[in-house]
Nanobody, 127 residues
Framework: QVQLVESGGGLGQAGGSLRLSCAASGRTFSNNAVAWFRRAPRKDGVFVAAISWSGGSSHYADSVRGRFTISRDNAKNTVYLQMNRLKPEDTDVYYC????????????????????WGRGTQVTVSS
């Protein structure tokens, strides 16, 4: 079992930056792919970004590519989402999630392949 806790959300300004963190406990999640979704966890959750267990592969939604960067520190059991050049439309609740199996490239954006979910952190971007 893995417990995920998001932090780092809050109020940001358009053009500014925020960094979200996802800390895992319960067991190491160094073998899990980790992703960020917004508005999830449910069927209409929107994929934001994902990273492979090794950190060697990352995936982004078109809406955030070039602005957001996902990274992980397996020694700290933590995954980060650096959000730059924020836009008001980035406003949402962001959820961290982890898989229990290796993923194919076309699976990273599918909410259904992920098993563990955090409770979310609110991001609000003012114009």
């Amino acid at each position: 079992q893995v417990q995920l806790v998001e932090s780092g959300g809050g109020l940001g300004q358009a053009g500014g930056s925020l960094r979200l963190s996802c800390a895992a406990s319960g067991r190491t999640f160094s073998n899990n792919a980790v992703a960020w979704f917004r508005r999830a966890p449910r069927k209409d959750g929107v994929f934001v970004a994902a990273i492979s267990w090794s950190g060697g592969s990352s995936h982004y939604a078109d809406s955030v590519r070039g602005r957001f960067t996902i990274s992980r520190d397996n020694a700290k059991n933590t995954v980060y989402l650096q959000m730059n050049r924020l836009k008001p439309e980035d406003t949402d609740v962001y959820y961290c999630t982890a898989s229990t199996v290796p993923l194919l490239d076309n699976e990273y954006s599918d909410w259904a392949v992920y098993t563990y979910w955090g409770r979310g952190t609110q991001v609000t971007v003012s114009s």
